[in-house]
T-cell receptor
Framework: KAGVTQTPRYLIKTRGQQVTLSCSPISGHRSVSWYQQTPGQGLQFLFE???????NKGNFPGRFSGRQFSNSRSEMNVSTLELGDSALYLC?????????????FGQGTRLTVV | QQQVKQSPQSLIVQKGGISIINCAYENTAFDYFPWYQQFPGKGPALLIA?????SEKKEGRFTISFNKSAKQFSLHIMDSQPGDSATYFCAATTTSGTYKYIFGTGTRLKVLA
């Protein structure tokens, strides 16, 4: 069974640019969550999607957005990049229905903003 | 109230020893507590998880102890091995609709050969 796939693995962008990250969840999982991981702030929740609907959103500025497609694949977009957006962006896949809350993470996309 | 406090920040253990990592939470609505293991350059991997209706769960060398009244839970790694050297995160969530995990700040474990 394939795991969670995130692309690309590494990105270098310039301040002010925008970036789109992609996540393909485990087959059959309809929930996709995104987290930002930095040495200073740890793992911070960005948002969660289920069946193309955003069900929860973390405390991040509006420059961070996401969407989910009918095949459960998800993308997140960061516009007007700032140096502080440099981080490992992790996607987690889950059934996330009722008691099924186990979340499985991808390897992440390492974003560097210069 | 949403925080999960994790300690210690770093831990050095001799091979064969017991590694203990502790977490504490405030939100009594949390009802699912997983532990994740993360190696450098990799995403967090689910290690073991517990729900508050049990006080202990064991899987191989890994055990979670849960104290509902104290709102604390801990990970015990028995017979620690150099291959266990990684960063460990505790987390908490509710199964009633927040759809997000709150993570501890992580513990960097080093097991000496």
């Amino acid at each position: 069974k394939a795991g969670v796939t995130q692309t690309p693995r590494y990105l270098i962008k310039t301040r002010g640019q925008q970036v789109t990250l992609s996540c393909s969840p485990i087959s059959g999982h309809r929930s996709v969550s995104w987290y930002q991981q930095t040495p200073g702030q740890g793992l911070q929740f960005l948002f969660e999607y289920f069946s193309e609907t955003q069900r929860n959103k973390g405390n991040f500025p509006g420059r961070f957005s996401g969407r989910q497609f009918s095949n459960s694949r998800s993308e997140m977009n960061v516009s007007t990049l700032e140096l502080g957006d440099s981080a490992l962006y992790l996607c987690a896949s889950s059934l996330m229905t009722g008691m099924n809350t186990e979340a499985f993470f991808g390897q992440g996309t390492r974003l560097t903003v210069v | 109230q949403q925080q999960v406090k994790q300690s210690p920040q770093s831990l050095i253990v001799q091979k064969g020893g017991i590694s203990i990592i502790n977490c504490a939470y405030e939100n009594t609505a949390f009802d699912y507590f997983p532990w994740y293991q993360q190696f450098p350059g990799k995403g967090p991997a689910l290690l073991i998880a517990i729900r508050p209706d049990v006080s202990e769960k064991k899987e191989g060398r890994f055990t979670i102890s849960f104290n509902k009244s104290a709102k604390q839970f801990s990970l015990h790694i028995m017979d620690s091995q150099p291959g266990d050297s990684a960063t460990y995160f505790c987390a908490a969530t509710t199964t009633s609709g927040t759809y997000k995990y709150i993570f501890g700040t992580g513990t960097r474990l080093k097991v000496l050969a």
